[in-house]
């Protein structure tokens, strides 16, 4: 998985790429979470670009749990531009009911 | 060995209205179409054929109890829920023909749900049965009696008529019963629980029920993977959605269809059977969520080989 974050008009994007799976969500985790710290000290929204991401396992949908615990209501996370295979597993886990989920990077706010 | 599921819901035993009933008699009349059967042999056939399980059968309602079938010196069973009155009956034609026994059980914990099956155990009233029960918690046998107290049941511990005992075990000892190594873990629920993996020469089967796996305790899933290594069928706790594990389920013990497969995923296990239903879901919203895992297991199965997932209901056999 590869990690890219960028200051984009009053937001932070961060895009990982590659898959987050057993090997990989410990640096998905560290990154995210670096990310939701650094939302919170600009006090503006997280977009997680997912267009980049095969695929996560409950790893990687448990550390979303864990970066919106971190953010404690301060700042929203929104999923944006998930391929098919990581919105039928938002849906199947009921994350789409946990997390904000826009179809584009520029719907994302 | 066989794996006999006697009950797989969580919490509390549930039966179908008659108006769900109604409802499965009503599709299956709409997709027969206005065919003629010549006897119910015949209309079984089509329904197999033609209707998918939640509408031509249904997942049952006994709470959990799981017989393992190892070899012909003892019965194991893990869990006493109310499924374990079918198995006492069963169990009963056996030994009239010729069946030990001898009844090793194998329990998870303590709560209401799987222990409230053995005030109706038949073979615990007969002088001839051995019981030897199996626990990590030192307390399973007050527990045992407390719900055969005056207050609660009409028949106390005291008269059961069976040898019984209890053999309290620690989790880093594995052990020698009903003919196979026996190994438990401690997991994450109200006052703790214990899975349980039975091997034999060449075949695993693992218990793991009322275990919760939380976002913040991912680092410790070595452990439980390790537990679930290789193993021919685990059996697993997966009464909510993840989405609900981690919201409004949180810290109520229980785990989710997603995990159970990233879990047996990363172990290489074979097989696994979705446990534990949530008691509000009827036979429908079960079949969407065997459904689901299918799907979530295609999605992530990445280059390994294809978990094979089944939905335990109540009198479903699985050879190991």
Known sequence: ?109 | MLVRFWGTRGSLPVAPHADAVLAKVARALKAADGRRFANEAEAAAFARANLDFATRGAYGGATPCVEIEAGEEAFAICDMGSGLRDFGLSATRRCAEGHPRVYHFFLSHLHWDHIMGFPFFRPAYESGSRIIIHTGHADAEAALRRQQEAISFPVPFDALKAHIEFVVHRPEESFEAAGMEVSLVRQSHARGSFGYRFDRPGKAVVYSTDAEHKPEDMDLEEDVEAFFANADLVICDTMYSLGEAVSLKQDLGHSSNVVAVDLCHAAGARRLALFHHEPSYTDADIQRMYDETLRYEEAVRGGRPKLEVVCAYDGLEVAV
């Open chain 1, 1 to 109: 998985m590869d990690w890219r974050v960028r200051n984009d008009g009053g937001r932070l994007v961060a895009s990982p790429t590659g898959r987050v799976d057993e090997e990989s969500w410990k640096a998905f985790s560290t990154q995210l979470t670096a990310a939701v710290r650094d939302a919170v000290a600009a006090q503006v929204p997280l977009v997680l670009d997912l267009s980049g991401l095969e695929y996560m396992t409950s790893k990687g949908l448990r550390a979303l749990t864990m970066a919106k615990n971190e953010a404690g209501g301060k700042v929203v996370i929104r999923l944006a531009a998930p391929n098919e295979t990581m919105r039928r597993i938002l849906s199947i886990s009921r994350y789409d009911m946990l997390f904000p989920v826009v179809d584009d990077v520029d719907q994302a706010g």
